[in-house]
């Protein structure tokens, strides 16, 4: 049996397992009455006679073993570092022991689960939109550094143009006469755009325009998937009830929570380590933000200071490390890798609310139907979308605003 040697490699195969536990959960919402009355542990013993079982209440189950799953390599990681990451063999068997254990609780405890899932996935919600915008900021630092200028017009361009598309569509197929909350929604979503946009240009931010261009194409995503939730079929013409659409849906499904989840526990994990790296990365920002406006003579000038800056950290880190202080390896993984494994327990909280359009067992009466359909998962995208304004027009003002404090 292949087994992972490496962390990397390591951080794939517990993403898998995130990827098999959103599939089980998808298979057992839809599919799964058929296939857990005749288990022998559940149905033919009368344990498993009800919905709990199957539906929306499978979704909860296996959520919850898999949410200790990962919370509990989090504290293994913790406590006792890279041997955490070994032990293949027994963490699988763990994972379906617990899956087990997870269907043989009782109904009242979940109760109080999903109340708790639905504050986690709330923050996990957040962190996500953090993670985000912190992609995108890297992306432009990215290009900026390989002074990409004709490249960053581009993408800006095209962002711009595809936002445009976007927000005309939404309005012929979402914002029709009697549709009124859809046009709330997207006009919402356009003057949040038109505001960070010709905030992030002004002179009192000088904060680049390529950042707003991105926010504001995946803004009108958000609001597509949104709205494309809306219940009342009048207004969403994406509604539908086929074998197909249930099909694709537990596809996008699958793809959508495993990326958020790796996507924002990998950016959770990737502290920035104290020390040369984090100065010049300091640096560059520096120059990123005020490069525009400054001569090359003075630009040339701070990339000399910068170096040198670099050169005397890089020194006194070398001799930190001669005398046995500075960051070791065991620490780097520990800081790292539990947080990583923190977000995945997060991430199937979401995974739970996701499926289940952020009702309980007892609650949902779309055991049935469409995935992600539902008042509660619209209302929770839409707030998303102001969630990620809202950070992203921080990000602008905060440097300005909080001149005093240091935001590198």
């Given amino acids: 049996m292949c087994l992972p040697s490496s962390t990397k490699s390591s951080k794939y195969a517990y993403i898998i397992i995130l990827v098999l536990s959103t599939l089980l959960s998808l298979i057992l919402r839809y599919y799964g009455k058929p296939l857990v009355v005749e288990l022998p542990l559940y149905g ?10 199957y539906g929306v209440g499978a979704v ?13 390599h989090a504290l293994l990681v913790k406590c006792i570092g890279k041997a955490a990451d070994s032990g293949w063999i027994l963490k699988l068997l763990g994972w379906v022991g617990l899956l087990v254990v997870g269907f043989l609780l009782p109904n009242d405890f979940y109760d109080g689960y999903t109340w708790i899932s639905r504050l986690i996935a709330a923050v996990f919600l957040v962190l996500q939109c953090a993670t985000l915008l912190e992609a995108i900021y890297k992306f432009r630092d990215m290009m900026m550094q390989r002074e990409a200028m004709k490249a960053i017009l581009v ?14 569509l939404l309005f012929v197929y979402f914002g029709t006469a009697d549709c009124n909350k859809g046009k709330a929604f997207i006009t919402i979503a356009l003057v949040t755009s038109l505001l960070y946009s010709a905030l992030s240009v002004s002179s009192f931010a000088r ?26 079929t009048s207004c969403n013409p994406t509604a539908s009830n086929s074998t197909a659409s249930i099909i694709l849906s ?25 020390g040369s790296d984090s100065v010049a990365a300091s640096d560059k920002r520096e120059l990123l933000t005020s490069g525009s406006f400054l001569s090359p003579e003075e630009i040339a000038a701070k990339k000399a200071e910068a170096t040198a800056r670099r050169v005397e950290d890089a020194e006194v880190a070398d001799i930190a490390r001669e005398n046995g202080g500075g960051e070791n390896s065991e620490d780097v993984f520990k800081s790292r890798n539990w947080r990583f494994h923190l977000v995945l327990a997060s991430c199937t909280m979401f995974m739970a609310m996701t499926l289940s359009n952020w009702q309980t067992a007892s609650q949902s009466n779309n055991q049935d139907g469409v995935f992600d359909m539902g008042s509660e998962s619209m209302w929770i995208k839409v707030v998303t979308q102001w969630v990620v304004a809202a950070l992203y027009v921080w990000t602008i003002v905060a440097p300005v605003v909080c001149s005093g404090r240091d935001f590198d």
């Fill in 207 to 232: 904060h680049g325009i390529l950042p707003s261009s991105l926010v504001s194409l995946y803004s009108y995503w958000v609001i597509y998937s949104a709205l494309s939730s809306n219940p009342d």
């Fill in 44 to 53: 033919r013993q009368g344990i498993c006679t009800s919905e709990a079982c």
């Fill in 250 to 274: 537990i596809i996008w499904a699958t793809i959508s929570v495993s990326y958020a989840g790796f996507s924002t526990a990998s950016g959770v994990a990737e502290e920035p380590l104290q």
């Fill in 155 to 168: 993408i800006t361009v095209v962002a711009y143009l595809a936002a445009g598309i976007a927000l005309i």
């Fill in 60 to 72: 909860f189950r296996i959520s919850f073993a898999s949410f200790v799953f990962f919370l509990g």
